[in-house]
């Protein structure tokens, strides 16, 4: 199964790009990206997934290295409410053709005044 | 306001009790699942349904049941509640099971402690 390796911390200014990376060194051709964000105590929150084009929302920006072996969030102009821990997952394929994320311990962003 | 429902919001229970969590969702979704997240792992897979009458299990399934009687209910049981148990539950829910990890939504959260 794919795994994604994440910064456990970043720090970003408020008003500034937070690019948090992410490796998936082992993803396989057919898998997705998918990166989710959750604010403290609340339920994880989608954002954004792509399989090898960047893509754009009005939440972030994904860019997929060509090789897709890693992968970076941009969020253009950070705001405090951004503070969040946001995980990177791939989708893993299991044997009965049903799909299941798996969740590491994502990136803890803190966003600064 | 549309969206996934659990309740309760906290639990306390004693060892060997059993409970129902309770998960609801108003958006005709197909794909219905839970995960519980425990400090220093992410989150993992209980259980999931990819429609009405149709449930597997996930990574941890071991200690609950659950049902899927209507789109809009998915129910976690607990047979007999154990100190190990003890974690937060969040119930997710997804338009298409073909491809359920787009796009999922996320209940608030129950947190349950095991004593």
């Known amino acids: 199964d794919a795994k994604t390796t994440q910064p456990t911390s970043m720090d970003c200014a408020e008003g500034r790009a937070a690019n948090l990376p992410c490796n998936h060194s082992t993803i396989s051709g057919n898998e997705y990206v998918y990166w989710y964000r959750q604010i403290h105590s609340q339920g994880p929150q989608y954002i954004i997934h792509?399989?090898?084009?960047?893509e754009t929302n009005e939440m972030a920006s994904l860019i997929i290295t060509e090789d897709r072996k890693s992968s970076t969030l941009i969020l253009p102009h950070a705001t405090l409410r951004d503070t969040a821990v946001y995980y990177c997952?791939?989708?893993?394929?299991?044997?009965?053709?049903?799909?299941?994320?798996?969740w590491g311990l994502g990136t803890s962003l803190a966003v600064n005044p | 306001n549309a969206g996934v429902t659990q309740t309760p919001k906290f639990q306390v229970l004693k060892t060997g009790q059993s409970m129902t969590l309770q998960c609801a969702q108003d958006m005709n979704h197909e794909y219905m699942s839970w995960y519980r997240q425990d400090p220093g792992m992410g989150l993992r897979l209980i259980h999931y349904?990819?429609?009405?009458?149709?449930?597997d299990q996930g990574e941890v399934p071991n200690g609950y049941n659950v049902s899927r009687s209507t789109t809009e209910d998915f129910p976690l049981r607990l047979l007999s509640a154990a100190p190990s148990q003890t974690s937060v539950y969040f119930c997710a829910s997804s338009y298409a099971s073909s491809d359920p990890s787009v796009g999922y939504t996320f209940g608030s959260g129950t947190r349950l402690t095991v004593v």
């Open positions: 792509g399989l090898k084009n960047n």
């Open positions: 349904s990819v429609g009405a009458g149709i449930t």
């Open positions: 997952i791939v989708r893993v394929l299991n044997a009965g053709n049903n799909r299941k994320l798996i």
